[in-house]
Nanobody
Framework: QVQLVESGGGLVQAGGSLRLSCAASVTFSINVMGWYRQAPGKQRELVARITSRLSTNYADSVKGRFTISRDNAKNTVYLQMNSLKPEDTAVYYC?????????WGKGTLVTVSS
């Protein structure tokens, strides 16, 4: 079992920045960790993910604005979000895959005002 706890969400004006954190109860055998988001009335979508070897992937909509990073010593993955836009408003979820099983956090709300 892996417990994931997200933090760092909140209300920010367009153009601003936020940093999300996801603390995992363990990181041993966790290969991929990622951030997903779900806006009202929309499906959950991948924002960014990072492997244990620090290889990263980003959704086209956030490339150049968001940065995912990982600190295995702290069992934490981060999402630095810059130049935020109103369309980034969503609940952001952390996901970890460990030995073929996906684990999700409960999410943190990010609201970007115009």
């Amino acid at each position: 079992q892996v417990q994931l706890v997200e933090s760092g969400g909140g209300l920010v004006q367009a153009g601003g920045s936020l940093r999300l954190s996801c603390a995992a109860s363990v990181t041993f055998s966790i290969n991929v960790m990622g951030w997903y988001r779900q806006a009202p009335g929309k499906q959950r979508e991948l924002v960014a993910r990072i492997t244990s070897r620090l290889s990263t992937n980003y959704a086209d909509s956030v490339k150049g604005r968001f940065t995912i990073s990982r600190d295995n010593a702290k069992n934490t993955v981060y999402l630095q979000m810059n130049s935020l836009k109103p369309e980034d408003t969503a609940v952001y979820y952390c996901k970890a895959n460990r030995r073929g099983v996906d684990y999700w956090g409960k999410g943190t709300l990010v609201t970007v005002s115009s």
